[in-house]
């Protein structure tokens, strides 16, 4: 399973592979379909969709003369678990700073 340091978030940093990435999100996808919804070509949709497959976050099912893309399942989690470890981290950092600040006297003396 790919963890979170396996994805590079770089790779949805460019605007067309996002909407593909978002497309796949809401139905898996072929090079054509994506094309037909994108004003780039057949070619520049199966460069994007490299990248995110080498990157971790699509995989590909052969289907008769086609390709269906759609989002790795294992990819997306990676990216989930990184958000969660850093909401987990910034809610920890702040009950310690709560905490501290319950328990400083100083703060109490303070404007």
């Known amino acids: 399973m ?3 340091r396996d994805v590079d978030l770089a790779i949805l940093g460019d605007p ?6 978002e497309r796949l999100a809401r139905r898996p996808s072929s090079v ?12 520049a949709v199966s460069q994007h ?14 289907e008769g003369t086609r390709r269906i ?10 990216i989930q ?3 969660q470890q850093i909401w987990d981290d910034a809610l920890t950092a702040f009950q310690k700073a709560a905490d501290a600040a319950a328990n400083d006297p100083e703060q109490e003396n303070r404007p």
């Open 2 to 4: 790919a963890t979170f």
């Open 16 to 21: 067309t592979r996002k909407a593909i990435f």
């Open 32 to 43: 054509g379909e994506l094309a037909e919804s994108l004003p780039i070509t057949r070619q």
């Open 49 to 62: 969709l490299r990248v995110l497959k080498e990157g971790g976050l699509v995989v590909a099912t052969p």
């Open 69 to 78: 893309y759609r989002i790795d399942p294992e990819g997306l989690a990676a």
């Open 81 to 83: 678990a990184y958000f």
